[in-house]
């Protein structure tokens, strides 16, 4: 019997610690280069799996599939990718692999990387047009083997150690588990939303040759990439080279070239990372043969160290003012490196000199001009770059330094200007003082600091509006955005379980069952939810929905509410759908939401027997504009008069107390943000709702704008 995975396994999945470390310094870096992060990313299938789960989440769907790093990484941002590497340090380093177990992972880690290469390789050379997808395809073929050692590594490890190959690791995966890791990798690729043969490609590659001869290219390209990347590259089988030639005539000199071209390439990668490939350490001996020991302390530095900033920021971030900020740093760098000599000198407001305080008083004790050559803290700002000074090499230097060197009780001063990026104006000049000893245990250290200085600087950096909100009313929207983020963060977790299970209960019934267009139906409303919270968090943001014609979205809509509220109530819902069906030319979540509270609103009001009647009309021109109408009528008792004069803002509702009496209201902002009109009748007789929908021509091919 197959087992039900969640998100737990994605978070779990275990990565090397040198690839944690590339990912972690590439997105730390003082201006984060995305090119680089996704390198850094690409190199892990642990990271690359939590991004790509992450990105096709409820929570940060964005109307379609996230299919390719690159715009996963421009979906979530630069902060929570931090975040998810960040978590994946923490749990590595406090996970339960043993060192033989470790061992198998940086194998793992090898094959992957280079069934991903040559998948690549093997794309351009054959023509296919996505050369990155057979790459992406080639890094995940052995994600299910990470996901089960992930979850159960218990039962799994004795399957994967005692299996002599492929076929029999297959076999016994079947015997285990209902399905092998191919298998268990492509069902998860699709809950993400990957490229169909993406997944496909995963999917099959441990097919024999001969039956993937007439697939599709990618798969085609995966399984050759992975056969070739468990050979050994001076020594390719006679079965190999004979795929190579049958798949895509390769003859052998080519593919022997390019296998070794590719291992050269994977070594290369290996050693940038600090990966030792053929170490294996000697489970006798313990941890001290390990060869990724150097690397998980390594690794432990790098989550101190971003743990140290996250506290700073939250220290200064709860004091007022640059100079209260200032003394916090001041702490948090005793606190962090045990430095208790330090001087910020702060940018003065005309941006001509810059002032340091050595206690309360108002008045600043130093204040230099920015010219060259007068300070090393002048210097250091005009220069935009650390510098270091011995105090036995200062003795020219002038009084200001020497007084610094004094006043830190310093052997050597380093100095860091304080920038928030590389184009911000400097916020002022840290000043560190040390002794010899200190200086040289600190010296590896010193990126660190330089982002600790970046922090500082953003925090200083003062607000360019001269209008400053009182202190109580910005901590309370610091209160409010804190509660949101946590309220989002906490509602994301449900929402990607329910989801999770859905995809599971699918697979259960199977493809052709009944029930799957309802399960479609559930899975498009949670992900209309996850964007709606989205909007709560940023309302500016552009989140919407999967492109739609308004008949099929009308239909989606009314058969939920049909199901859910009217038969059991007794009400009937009729339908009479423009034989055009007309593309919608707005966001569909937004006309989805607006279908939804009128039709919620007039089944909550009608009695048994009652009648809702939706209406679509194709595209016609009114007062010079395009438009597509969407009616929404019923035979009520009409909306009460305090709601007809309110005219769409928030009344108290009719419902109880259950109800937030906000539905019009927010009908009408929606319809507003869309440039929709509405148009309303009511009477004894029964309410008539008249959505108008601006509406432009499609090109060829071409459903609708919806796409975020």
């Given at each position: ?126 023509r296919y047009p996505r050369p990155e997808d057979a790459y992406l395809a080639g890094l995940l073929v052995d994600l299910g083997k990470l996901m089960r050692l992930a979850t159960d590594e218990a039962s799994y490890w004795p399957v994967l150690e005692g299996s002599a190959n492929d076929r029999e690791l297959v076999d016994r ?169 330090s001087l910020i000198f702060l940018t003065d407001t005309d941006g001509m000199s810059v002032s340091a305080w050595l206690d309360e008083e108002d008045e600043p004790d130093f204040t230099l001009p920015l010219l060259p050559g007068r300070s090393l803290v002048t210097d250091t700002l005009l220069e935009r770059e650390m510098r ?298 029964g309410t008539r709702f008249e959505i108008r929908l601006p509406h432009r021509e499609t090109e060829a091919g071409e459903v609708g704008t919806g796409q975020g």
């Open positions: 019997m197959a087992t039900a995975y969640t998100a737990t396994e994605t978070e779990t999945i275990p990565s090397l610690p040198q690839a944690l470390i590339s990912v972690l310094d590439a997105s730390q870096a003082g201006e984060a280069d995305f090119e680089a992060l996704s390198r850094a990313i690409l190199r892990d299938t642990g990271m690359t799996s939590r991004l790509l789960a992450a990105a096709n989440s409820p929570f940060y769907y964005r109307g379609s599939p996230c299919r390719t790093i690159d715009r996963a990484l421009f979906s979530l941002g630069l902060d929570t990718v931090r975040s998810l590497a960040l978590t994946a340090a923490i749990q590595q380093l406090f996970g339960h692999y043993q060192p033989r177990h470790r061992s198998a992972l940086r194998i793992i880690w090898r094959q992957a990387l280079t069934t991903a290469m040559l998948g690549q390789v093997l794309a351009s050379l054959t995966e079947r015997e285990t588990y209902g399905q092998h890791h191919a298998e268990l990798a492509a069902q998860r690729l699709g809950q993400w939303g990957l490229n169909g043969f993406v997944a496909d490609a995963v999917r099959f590659h441990l097919e024999p040759t001969d039956q993937v001869r007439d697939a599709h290219h990618l798969v085609k390209v995966t399984h050759l990439a992975h056969r070739l990347g468990c050979e050994d590259p001076d020594d390719l089988s006679d079965p190999a080279l004979a795929a190579a030639h049958d798949l895509f005539g390769l003859n052998e000199g080519l593919t022997r070239e390019l296998r070794k071209r590719i291992e050269d390439d994977v070594e290369r990668v290996a050693g940038s990372l600090g990966i030792e490939l053929d170490s294996r350490p000697d489970p006798a001996q313990g941890d001290e043969t390990d060869p990724d020991q150097a690397a998980r302390e390594a690794l432990g530095m790098r989550v101190r160290d971003l743990t140290e900033l996250e506290r700073l920021t939250g220290e200064m971030l709860r004091t007022e003012g640059p100079h209260e900020r200032a003394r916090a740093a001041q702490r948090t760098l005793f606190l962090t490196l045990g430095l208790e000599r270091r000074h011995e105090l036995a090499t200062e003795t020219a230097a002038p009084v200001i330094d020497q007084q610094l060197f004094r006043l830190c009780e310093a052997e050597i001063l380093w100095a860091f200007p304080l920038l928030a990026d590389r184009q911000a104006p400097p916020a002022g000049v840290l000043i560190l003082g040390l002794d010899t000893a200190r200086a040289q245990a600190l010296e590896e250290r010193s990126e660190f600091i330089r982002a600790l200085a970046r922090e500082i600087a953003r925090a200083l950096v003062a607000p360019d509006t001269p209008h400053v909100e009182p202190l109580e009313r910005r901590r309370s929207d610091q209160a409010t955005q804190q509660r949101i983020r946590e309220t989002l963060h906490e509602a994301g977790n449900p929402l990607s379980i329910i989801q999770n299970y859905l995809g599971v209960l699918n697979a259960k019934l199977g493809e052709e069952h009944e029930a799957n267009h309802e399960l479609a139906l559930i899975k498009e409303e949670i992900d209309r939810v996850g964007r709606i919270l989205l909007r709560l968090q940023d309302p500016n943001r552009d989140i919407t929905g999967p492109t739609a014609t308004l008949n099929r979205l009308v239909q989606d809509v009314a058969e939920i509410v049909d199901h859910s509220l009217c038969r059991t109530r007794g009400i009937r819902m009729e339908l009479d759908l423009a034989p055009g069906d007309p593309p919608l030319s707005v966001p569909s979540d937004h006309v989805r939401q607006i279908l939804t509270n009128l039709l919620k609103n007039a089944a909550e009001a009608l009695e048994s027997g009652g009648c809702i009647r939706l209406q679509t009309r194709d595209p016609e021109d009114l007062h010079g504009q395009r438009v597509v109408t969407l009616v929404v009528a019923d035979d009520g008792p009409g909306l009460p008069e305090e709601v007809r004069a309110a005219h769409y803002r928030p009344v108290k509702s009719q419902k109880g107390a259950s109800h937030a009496g906000l539905g019009l209201s927010i009908v009408r902002r929606l319809a507003d943000e869309i440039g929709a009109h509405i148009h309303c009748d009511s009477d004894r007789e």
